[in-house]
T-cell receptor, first 108, second 110 residues
Framework: DAKTTQPPSMDCAEGRAANLPCNHSTISGNEYVYWYRQIHSQGPQYIIHGLKNNETNEMASLIITEDRKSSTLILPHATLRDTAVYYCMKGGDDKIIFGKGTRLHILP | SQTIHQWPATLVQPVGSPLSLECTVEGTSNPNLYWYRQAAGRGLQLLFYSVGIGQISSEVPQNLSASRPQDRQFILSSKKLLLSDSGFYLC?????????FGPGTRLTVL
C-alpha cells in the first residue's frame, strides 16, 4: 500500500499554529516523508521532507514519530495565504505517490 | 537556479483529437522527470516518470504516452483524446529526493 492517511479537512485560526497529522504506517526504512501543498489551480509547492529526525525550514517544521508511522506538519503562525490542500506522501527510489491531502482553512 | 516550464497553460480539445504537452527544465542536468494528472477535486495521479533520455516508466495504463527526446524535455502525448482525459496536467523534476512542479496545463476535452 503506497498511500498515506490524512484528515480531509482542518480549520485553524489565523496567527495560530496549524498542526497537520499524517499516518504512514506502511513506510519502509528507506522511504522519506514529504509534505507539499497546492493552492487552487497551481502546481504543488514543496514544503519539507524528512527520514527519521525532525526537520525545520523557513516554511514549517516536520515532526516524525520514533516508529516513523506518523508525522505532523507544523505551520507555526498560520496566515490566510496558507489556505491550501496539504499533501503528505512517502516515497523514495524516484517515485512519490500523492494521496488525497488535507484541505486547510485558515479562519480570520 | 532551476526552472520548469510547461505549455500550453490551457487547452481545449475535441474528443478524438491528438494531444502534445511539453515540459522543459532549465538549470539542471539529468533530472528525473514526471507527469501527473489531477482530475477536478481529486489528488494527483502519477502517470509517467523518466530517469533518463528514452527511459519511460508508466504507472497507469491508458491512452496516453510519454517521451523524453532530450535530457531536459518531457512530452506527454495522445493519439485520440477521451472525455476522461480532462484535467490538470503537471510536470515535475527531481535531482535528488525532492520533486519540484511546473505551473501545469489545464486540459478540457469536449
Amino acid at each position: 500500500d503506497a498511500k498515506t492517511t490524512q484528515p480531509p479537512s482542518m480549520d485553524c485560526a489565523e496567527g495560530r499554529a496549524a498542526n497537520l497529522p499524517c499516518n504512514h504506517s506502511t513506510i519502509s526504512g528507506n522511504e522519506y516523508v514529504y509534505w507539499y501543498r497546492q493552492i487552487h489551480s497551481q502546481g504543488p509547492q514543496y514544503i519539507i521532507h524528512g527520514l527519521k529526525n525532525n526537520e525545520t525550514n523557513e516554511m514549517a517544521s516536520l515532526i516524525i514519530t520514533e516508529d516513523r508511522k506518523s508525522s505532523t506538519l507544523i505551520l507555526p503562525h498560520a496566515t490566510l495565504r496558507d489556505t491550501a490542500v496539504y499533501y503528505c506522501m512517502k516515497g523514495g527510489d524516484d517515485k512519490i505517490i500523492f494521496g488525497k491531502g488535507t484541505r486547510l482553512h485558515i479562519l480570520p | 537556479s532551476q526552472t520548469i516550464h510547461q505549455w500550453p497553460a490551457t487547452l481545449v480539445q475535441p474528443v478524438g483529437s491528438p494531444l502534445s504537452l511539453e515540459c522543459t527544465v532549465e538549470g539542471t542536468s539529468n533530472p528525473n522527470l514526471y507527469w501527473y494528472r489531477q482530475a477536478a477535486g481529486r489528488g494527483l495521479q502519477l502517470l509517467f516518470y523518466s530517469v533518463g533520455i528514452g527511459q519511460i516508466s508508466s504507472e497507469v495504463p491508458q491512452n496516453l504516452s510519454a517521451s523524453r527526446p532530450q535530457d531536459r524535455q518531457f512530452i506527454l502525448s495522445s493519439k485520440k483524446l477521451l472525455l476522461s482525459d480532462s484535467g490538470f496536467y503537471l510536470c515535475a523534476w527531481a535531482a535528488s529526493d525532492t520533486q519540484y512542479f511546473g505551473p501545469g496545463t489545464r486540459l478540457t476535452v469536449l
